[in-house]
């Protein structure tokens, strides 16, 4: 078997019928984990047939509401789910501050702290190395906002992915994501209107292309990108397949 992802989100936090918050599963034999946990996302993967019992490890890359707020509900389903596992252990993992960010959510809503028995959190720095049952995920910086944010990238036998988070283009991004084989990139506002700390479509080209990755999926887009227009701005720039990310869309590596 090799790795499947599923999309459970192509979304940002503007509400849209179509798109979700942006996350996705990353599943192999031994491994199902969720990259980051907005305001759908639990909803979102037990639409995908996966359970919450299921998840191994989360990985957040940073603290912005489109890719947290599903964590105080998180705890609060494993809380109230009854006969939950107990000898269950989900690792959480994201940027420094995250202990921090997870005793917030306690102060909130005190009730869930009752569920933190089943999670491990763990502070990530860049490059740091995290070795699964049957996979390795390697830390990288990216570049979005005033606080730390992080981008994954995970190799699996003799295969490597990368997902990107929510990033501006830099050069380090494209040594991090060199020789992918699936990149999984944020492609937040069109070339007309960009914005600070993320891609427009020539930018995501300009990665995949520069990177050598095989296959672009495409996620995080703001309701102003225009489909036709994003596409044939990649493709001017990579010759490689490019997939526009779709909720519930999945993907065999």
């Known amino acids: 078997m090799g790795y499947r992802i599923t999309v459970l ?23 199902i984990i969720l990259f980051d946990c907005g305001p759908s996302v639990p ?35 494993v809380k109230n789910t009854p006969a939950f596992p107990e000898d269950k252990k989900i690792y959480l993992y994201g940027p420094k501050g995250i202990k921090k960010f997870m005793r917030e959510w306690y102060n909130l809503y005190p009730s869930i702290q009752r569920a933190s ?12 190395r995290i070795e699964c049952s049957d996979l390795f995920v390697t830390v990288g910086m990216a570049e979005h906002g005033m ?14 992915f990368v997902f990107t988070g929510d990033t501006a283009y830099t050069e380090p ?16 506002f069109p070339d007309d209107s960009p914005m600070a700390g993320h891609m427009t479509p020539s930018e995501v080209g300009l990665l995949a292309s520069e990177c050598g990755a095989e296959k672009l999926l495409l996620v995080h887009m703001y ?8 596409e044939e701005s990649i493709r001017s720039r990579f010759g490689g397949e490019v997939i526009i990310g779709a909720d519930g869309m999945r993907l065999e590596g």
């Open 223 to 230: 309701p102003l990108q225009k489909e036709k227009d994003m």
């Open 43 to 77: 909803e979102a993967i037990v639409q995908n047939n996966f359970l919450i019992k299921g998840l191994n490890r989360i990985f957040i890359t940073h603290f912005h509401p489109d890719h947290t707020l599903g964590l105080g509900h998180l705890f609060a389903a």
């Open 9 to 31: 989100g192509s979304g940002t936090i503007i509400p849209s019928a179509r798109r979700k918050s942006s996350a996705l599963i990353f599943e192999t034999e031994k491994e």
């Open 117 to 128: 028995r089943f999670f491990e959190v763990g502070e990530l720095d860049i490059n740091d």
């Open 147 to 160: 606080g730390n944010a992080l981008m994954y990238r995970v190799e699996y036998r003799d295969s490597a």
């Open 173 to 188: 991004i494209v040594s991090f994501a060199k020789n992918v084989n699936i990149l999984v990139a944020e492609c937040s």
